[in-house]
């Protein structure tokens, strides 16, 4: 089993201003991952996140919206940048220890609220 | 990415066997199938995997068509902690993403 986890649980934020997610892993990873998750939705992966690297975004998701750090093998953050009522939604890190088709962990989420 | 089908939702009884399938018509060659399931308030986690023969651990089975153009997980015996969304993925060779749909609720009854 793995531990990954996630800060903070929740957060009721104002509109306009920023939020870092913090995502921790217990043991040195080469990939992670982040997900948003809307209400009543399925996950949508935002980036990739390799240690070293700029993250790889997927459609509709930007850098300047959701810049994201890999310092190194154990921790990322994303950062929801400018928030409106439309960011909420649950943020999610995930990552594999080895090879492409070995299990994917995912931490507890961070529920965000804006008003 | 190539796309899975699955059921918007099913229902099944206490410690009855489930069968839960996945249209996948477009899988690639190197593209295996993985099943996940999201309980209530939490992150997904993990069910199993397989690229052409059938598998199985200790949760579930997963059954996979000699076209490889469909899949079935099958749960045993549910219980009521097996009530969850089951999303059934194509992880591609490649890339290693893990692309969700939008899953297959299940409502275990008791």
């Known amino acids: 089993s793995a531990v990954i986890s996630q800060k903070p649980s929740r957060d009721i934020c104002q509109r306009g201003t920023s939020l870092t997610i913090q995502c921790q892993v217990d043991?040195?990873?080469?990939?992670m991952f982040w997900y948003r998750q809307q209400p009543g939705q399925s996950l949508t992966l935002i980036a990739t996140?390799?240690?070293?690297?700029?993250?790889?975004?997927e459609s509709g998701f930007v850098i300047d919206k959701f810049p994201i750090s890999r310092p190194n093998l154990t921790f990322s953050t994303l950062t929801v940048s400018n928030m409106s009522p439309e960011d909420s939604s649950i943020y999610l890190c995930?990552?594999?220890?080895?090879?492409?088709?070995?299990?994917?962990?995912f931490g507890q989420g961070t529920r965000l609220t804006v008003v | 990415d190539a796309k899975t089908t699955q059921p918007n939702s099913m229902e099944s009884n206490e410690e009855e066997p489930v069968h839960l399938p996945c249209n996948h018509s477009?899988?690639?060659?190197?593209?295996?199938i993985h099943w996940y399931r999201q309980l209530p308030s939490q992150g997904p986690e993990y069910v199993i995997h397989?690229?052409?023969s059938n598998v199985n651990n200790r949760m579930a089975s997963l059954a996979i068509a000699e076209d490889r153009k469909s899949s079935t997980l099958i749960l045993h015996r549910a219980t009521l902690r097996d009530a969850a969304v089951y999303y059934c993925?194509?992880?591609?060779?490649?890339?290693?993403?893990?692309?969700f749909g939008q899953g297959t609720t299940l409502q275990v009854k008791p």
């Open positions: 397989g690229l052409t």
């Open positions: 995930s990552f594999r220890r080895g090879h492409q088709n070995t299990e994917a962990f």
């Open positions: 477009t899988i690639s060659g190197t593209d295996y």
């Open positions: 996140a390799n240690q070293g690297s700029e993250a790889t975004y």
């Open positions: 043991s040195q990873v080469t990939m």
């Open positions: 993925i194509l992880r591609s060779g490649n890339t290693g993403k893990l692309i």
